[in-house]
T-cell receptor
Framework: AQSVTQLDSQVPVFEEAPVELRCNYS??????LFWYVQYPNQGLQLLLK??????LVKGINGFEAEFNKSQTSFHLRKPSVHISDTAEYFC???????????FGDGTTLTVKP | DTGVSQNPRHKITKRGQNVTFRCDPI?????LYWYRQTLGQGPEFLTY????????KSRLLSDRFSAERPKGSFSTLEIQRTEQGDSAMYLC?????????????FGEGSRLTVL
């Protein structure tokens, strides 16, 4: 069994400020890690992924995330946010044995002018 | 557009009626997933297919729910005798299936409202 915990349900931040969205996971098997973004009335889009190798991964729109195996975390960061980054962000864990993903409950990022 | 396509986008129905949703995945993707998303929660896994074979069904999926992928291409999700608790967004996603990277490509979802 595996689970994903997104530690903040809502994160308000001012434009051009840095942001971190936190994600912890638990799993008894090997996993891949993902962040997806969902804009209003749209489906989820891949932001970035960690499969192996360098623990710092870069994604679209200036986002990056760092995989920390000892802390079982995969926090998402952006050094300077824009109004257009306002959206729902989901952390997901892919179970390589079962072939499916488990999602967190999401973090609503609201960027204010 | 060669992305994942879902229809209808919105469905309003009365309790007790049957509804069916369709998903057309990206053509070369072998795996197709159905998830359910309610307000304030992340997508919950319902079921998935490898080509035409249904490989797993969640315990969340009652016997009123059935999914098919008859030719390994499009899939349908049918809900019989709908209940108000079935109101949710039903998301379809596809994955390449080869190499098992886990990257899911989502459709825009089908929103179900049961009155």
């Amino acid at each position: 069994a595996q689970s994903v915990t997104q530690l903040d349900s809502q994160v308000p931040v001012f434009e051009e400020a840095p942001v971190e969205l936190r994600c912890n996971y638990s799993s008894s098997v090997s996993v891949y890690l993902f962040w997806y973004v969902q804009y209003p009335n749209q489906g989820l889009q891949l932001l970035l992924k960690y499969l192996s190798g360098s623990t710092l991964v870069k994604g679209i729109n200036g986002f990056e995330a760092e995989f920390n195996k000892s802390q079982t975390s995969f926090h998402l960061r952006k050094p300077s946010v824009h109004i257009s980054d306002t959206a729902e962000y989901f952390c997901a864990v892919w179970n390589t044995n079962a072939g499916k993903s488990t999602f967190g409950d999401g973090t609503t990022l609201t960027v204010k002018p | 557009d060669t992305g994942v396509s879902q229809n209808p986008r919105h469905k309003i129905t009365k309790r007790g009626q049957n509804v069916t949703f369709r998903c057309d995945p990206i053509s070369e993707h072998n795996r197709l997933y159905w998830y359910r998303q309610t307000l304030g929660q992340g997508p919950e896994f319902l079921t998935y297919f490898q080509n035409e074979a249904q490989l797993e069904k969640s315990r969340l999926l009652s016997d009123r729910f059935s999914a098919e992928r008859p030719k390994g291409s499009f899939s349908t999700l049918e809900i019989q005798r709908t209940e108000q608790g079935d109101s949710a967004m039903y998301l379809c996603a596809s994955e390449l299936g080869q190499g098992n990277t886990g990257e899911l490509f989502f459709g825009e979802g089908s929103r179900l409202t049961v009155l």
